[in-house]
């Protein structure tokens, strides 16, 4: 009931605002509404440095990288697309920016397409969609993270938001909406024992199931894509074997 109340309370704040916010559904997690897209920037700081704009203003963005190459910077959870276009105005007009793209939810099947670039969710009417469609594409997408430095919300959030603020963003591209803290996204989905783990699901780290302090994505091989700590970089790392698995508390599923 506190998880659900704060979601409420979130999208209530997020609506007054004028950002908007998709309907939450049980557990905490919802399917992502329309999204505002700006930006294509080929150095990695400033796609960072709009994104802390943005966040210091209290909108939550996220950057990432595209198949292009080029870094992209994503805020909003909006339940139409006129919702999504007035907010994007007002950004893009406050911030210079030259143009934007509305992303809409995802509603048709979708697959990962082939390739070596190709790995962020392509709409493509070919099967029904399932959750291993989903998983490996949340696993996909998030290996497209390593080597980019993830700093979480600029000057204005306290350390360890980070992984979870990573790990989200993913999730966000993959049409998810989950709840922001490593702590809070350990309460909702379904529990997953390690023998279980496929890829998308996300594993959990600390000092007991009370005391989350870090999150990755599992996406396959005994691995891992996590932010290590603030200003690091997405990496990769190993699950079984390495010294964060001494402070494996967990996995949930959310797909």
């Known amino acids: 009931m506190i998880l659900r109340s704060f979601v409420l309370t979130f999208c209530l704040l997020a609506l007054v ?21 700006v930006g294509a920037f080929s150095e990695v700081k400033n796609a960072e440095r709009l994104t802390s704009k943005l966040q210091n203003e209290g909108v939550d963005a996220f950057y990432f990288k595209k198949e292009s190459g080029l870094f992209a910077v994503r805020f909003g959870d909006f339940p139409t697309h006129q919702a999504a276009r007035r907010a994007a105005k007002k950004i893009v007009g406050e911030h210079g920016i030259g143009s934007f793209f509305i992303a809409p939810p995802l509603k048709r099947n979708i697959i990962v397409e082939q390739g070596p670039t190709s790995t962020l969710p ?27 430095p993830y ?35 350990f309460k909702v989905g379904r529990s997953i024992g390690f023998d279980e783990l496929v890829d998308g699901d996300l594993v959990f780290f600390g000092s007991s199931d009370d005391r989350i302090s870090h999150v990755g994505i599992f996406v396959g091989g005994n691995r891992f894509v996590h932010a290590p700590r603030r200003g690091d970089e997405i990496k ?9 698995f001494k402070k494996y508390v967990g996995a949930r599923r959310y797909f």
């Open 17 to 37: 605002a004028g950002y908007g916010c998709a309907t939450p559904v049980a557990g905490g997690i919802s399917k992502l509404g329309y999204s505002v897209q």
């Open 122 to 148: 392509v709409e493509k009417p070919v099967r029904k969609q399932n959750r291993d469609d989903m998983g490996i594409i949340a696993a996909r997408t998030a290996e497209r993270f390593v080597g980019i």
């Open 151 to 185: 700093l979480w919300g600029g000057n204005t959030v306290v350390d360890g938001m980070d992984c979870s603020g990573f790990v989200r963003a993913v999730y966000n591209l993959c049409g998810v909406n989950i709840p922001r803290t490593s702590a809070e996204q």
């Open 236 to 244: 990769v790392s190993p699950l079984q074997g390495s010294g964060y």
